[in-house]
């Protein structure tokens, strides 16, 4: 029996059809928002967690930044190196634990998206120490940007609805939820995907709702003092958006 969560089995062989997921394809709207926030300064340096198979970091790397890209899984790490290999790029792509970041003040601003770790741990406590990780990683007067799932969204929409309208044709990972634990906010879902191999598998995956103000909290006890929370559209993130229950991932944008 094997010891390894669900997130490790799920990103063991998996970069190349992560790259193919509906999920993945907003990378360039997505680094715009980044780049606005970040006043265009190319002198910031930037951490990636979670950074899967490097699409933020190769994106922003091409644009000027100087990113480094920190992943739980070797094989997204591997999978982000042969890709900036490929575009002819120096990135520190490196296998690190997000919750045991070696990092002290070295950053500028840190990325957290698409769930990059964060809320994917098994308990509250892990995914706090992920963002306390974060915070110890950054500067003084840094930015923090990341996605996680709006617990406001399940308590009045079907989780299996958004899945199914959000890929009509099916394709790539499938979800399917089969309980939302009120008092704990935790998905219990099952998830269907091919490896990069062809070879089909079935996960029981459990997965952390956060509602704002919890976050807000998190943020606060971690030293952040500026701390806003908008609707996150894929591709398309903006300050226009204002967080509302029917959206699926809020946008949290950190500043210490």
């Known amino acids: 029996m094997s010891n390894k969560q669900w997130y490790e089995t799920l990103f063991d062989n998996y970069g190349k059809q992560y790259d ?82 070696d990092f002290h003040e070295a950053f500028d601003a840190a990325i957290m998206l698409c769930e990059g770790g964060f809320p994917l741990m098994e308990t509250d406590e892990k995914n706090f120490e992920i963002l306390q990780s974060v915070a110890k990683a950054l500067r003084p ?3 923090f940007i990341f996605t996680t799932l709006n617990g406001l969204f399940p308590l009045f929409h079907d989780i299996n609805e958004f899945h199914e309208a959000s890929n009509p044709k099916k394709e790539g990972a499938r979800y399917i939820s089969e309980t939302f634990d009120l008092m704990t906010f935790r998905d219990i879902n099952t998830t269907y995907f091919t490896d990069d191999d062809g070879v089909k598998h079935e996960l029981v995956c459990n997965e952390r709702y956060y509602i704002p103000s919890e976050i807000t909290w998190l943020l606060k006890s971690l030293g952040f003092n500026k ?27 950190a500043r210490n």
Not at 227 to 253: H, P, Q, W
Request: proline share 0%; glycine share 10%; with cysteine.
């Open 20 to 101: 193919n997921e509906v999920f993945t394809q907003g990378t360039m709207g997505e680094c715009n928002f980044i780049e606005s926030e970040i006043s265009f300064n190319k002198s910031l340096k930037i951490l990636d967690v979670g950074c899967g198979t490097g699409r933020h970091a190769i994106e922003l790397t091409k644009r000027g930044y100087q990113v480094t890209g920190i992943d739980l899984s070797a094989a997204q790490i591997e999978r982000a190196k042969e890709k900036a290999a490929k575009e002819g790029l120096n990135i520190d792509f490196m296998v690190r634990d997000a919750r045991q970041l």
């Open 141 to 143: 007067g840094s930015i």
């Open 227 to 253: 701390i806003e929370i908008f609707g996150a559209v894929i591709g398309a993130y903006s300050r226009n958006d204002t967080l509302k229950t029917n959206d699926f991932e809020m946008l949290v944008i």
